[in-house]
């Protein structure tokens, strides 16, 4: 009796516990939880942390749920650096505003900003105590866009890498990631590379032939090309490098229709050939009578001309005919160049070949022989030393070390087998293709110290530290000052490491930060593959798509030139225009091909016509890559913003997703209102009630960038929200709730760097450092240049941790 009288006591007292956890879990009642987390503090928590978990994350993350594969209820009472990986986690979403979800009860400002302190501090104590640099690959190879400028400062030899090596995968969003392996193809690619090379450095005799350069259908060419004389219009500026001293032959065909007629040919016509800028030729185009024999009408554009060995610009273009301004009621298309739609008014350039090189005069005196022959022999007995001498200086620079007579042993075999038949030069670009197939050029290697006991954490060699400097900001190899420096293993003191990194920013190789980096954390890449659908976007030619990719390129640059605060980036009241943008865009006054810094008007207001364009937000290259080709996509809008800016993307939807519905029935629904029909499923509700609302205020934009207030006859609906719960209208409540939190976007834009300068993507124990370098460039205002020093100098770029 006593028993049963216990057990039903027991009972009793469980189901009480199982009702009050239940009320504390759905937020009932807010005094409880506070009252046991009191009753009972955690030994090796922290209260406040306990405090949160029990009232506010419990119910999903549990051991039942495990919402976000996060049990924080079981671990919310143990040591948080015993769990730092899901801590950090959790960091990154308080941090972002991003947990509890907006539609759940969530905890005041202060606090969100306590627990934060409190999990951070713990974090990076342990840290501190016991840094964890993670570790790089041992082998990575050099990619497209490293290989090109290796060969530049190596050589002084502008290479075009894209027609040689295959394109490199993406990895963490950047090309210099999965780069550890080489194919057997791949080598016969740089086999066949490092030849061709070769013989254009050195100059060696070529057999006649020919590059044929094409230029873009899609290309307008009704107006001034940038770098061509004033007063012509179209054709193209081509760089060149011409191998030997010699005759060219230059032949220029025009652009034909389907029905194989020259497009635009109206009238008479003065085609240009220039060299570096010189006219050199001039042609007369006409059309043929009758309108007939148009294969006659190009045959005679063709010059043979003497050329000096090296690089040179090669420019065709027509003398531009004057023209009348036409009254319109409507302001005509700027992109001509599709027959049925929008034809060519003009004639317009589509291929130029150059052949040869004829009637050879010898290797002449370009920049690359003078980098190459840095001695040179006085008879036969010097040739092997000269040799030595060349191959040894080149080796230094492409093997990025100091270099032994071993790794000149093979370089050295190669010129003595070939100078035994042919010349001296020959010899050397035998030495030269050796070097540029060698692992030790192709391969940045890391290897552990010997004897380095397992998982144990090392400084990097100086050496190793500066092939990772210069390929983080010049993604290319080092120049001899900092080689040097490297030798002489000063380059690891803070202050010789930090004075390296700002005098390389202020380098023009620096620019490589612009196309590399930038190009592909913004997307700018894409542009090459996007083309909208052209009955409904009838203006958009290659010129636009250019003019989109230069105006944000000049943007970033402008930020890491300047040295300017990094929250530019978000508003700014300056970009770059020229003619063909500033009418995409609206703008008046801007006239020209030429790109020029235009300080927006404080007058121009979202809501009329033009609006302000300052902030990667409202530029075209961002919102067009963000679009699909016939509409625009709240959806991918949103999905970059909070993986490129907030640094919290959502997951991969699950394969048994079902895509957004595009039929009959849901096309006669708005955007809006098709991906209100999405979210009502749940499993995708997760996620775009994140994406979506961010994407919402974007909606004043069209798939080309274009503002618009207006859509099929109706006002457009800009209302959208922040994934921390903030409410707005249009783009600029997006900016001001990333500028808000300024820790947060310069955090990503901290991860985005480490990611790309280290080619491994960003873990859970990198948080601390990523919070150093954040904290400390607060304090500098976040200028671009603290944020990179601090990188470099921070653990993970200067230390490794072994096998």
Known sequence: MHQQAAFVVREDIVKRRFLTILWIRCGFFLLAPIALVNAQPAAKGLSSVHTLVDQYCAGCHNSDKKKGDLDLESISNDEITGHSDSWEKVVRRLRARQMPPADKKRPGEGAYKAVLADLEGALDKDYTRRPNPGRTETFRRLNRTEYQNAIRDLLAVEIDAITLLPKDDAGHGFDNVTVGNLSPTLLDRYISAAQKISRLAVGAPHRAGGDTIRIRPDITQEEHVEGLPLGTRGGALIEYTFPQNAEYEIQIRLTRDRNEEIEGLKESHELELLLDREQIRSFNVTPPKGHKNFELVDQHLKARIPVSAGPHQLGITFLKNPSELLETKRQPYNSHFNMHRHPRLTPAIYQVSINGPYDVKGPGDTPSRRRIFVAKPQGAKDEEKCAKQILAALARRAYRRPVTD???????????KTRAGES???GIEAGLSAILVSPNFLFRVEQDPEGAAANSIYRISDIDLASRLSFFLWSSIPDDELLDLAVAKKLSKPAVLEKQARRMLADPRARSLVSSFAGQWLYLRNLEAFTPDLRLFPDFDDNLRQAFRSETELFFESILREDRNVLDLLKADYTFLNERLAKHYGIPNVYGSRFRRISLSKSEEQGSEICPRGGLLRQGSILTVTSYANRTSPVLRGHWVMANLLGTPPPPPLPNVPALKDNTVSATLSGRERLAEHRANTVCASCHNLMDPVGFALEN???????????????????????????????????????????????????KLLTFALGRGVEPYDGPVVRKIVRDAKAADYRLSSIIVGLVQSPPFTMRKAL
Do not use: C, H, I
Not at 710 to 716: D, F, L, S
């Open 424 to 426: 001296f030069d020959a």
């Open 701 to 751: 934009f069209d798939a080309v960038g274009r503002w618009r207030g207006m859509e099929e006859g109706k006002p457009v609906d800009a209302s959208g929200g922040l994934p921390d719960g903030r409410k707005f209208v249009g783009v600029s409540g997006v900016e001001d709730g990333l500028l808000n939190q300024p820790e947060v976007f310069a955090g990503t834009l901290t991860e």
């Open 406 to 416: 071993a790794d000149l042993e093979r370089p050295l075999a190669l010129f003595g």
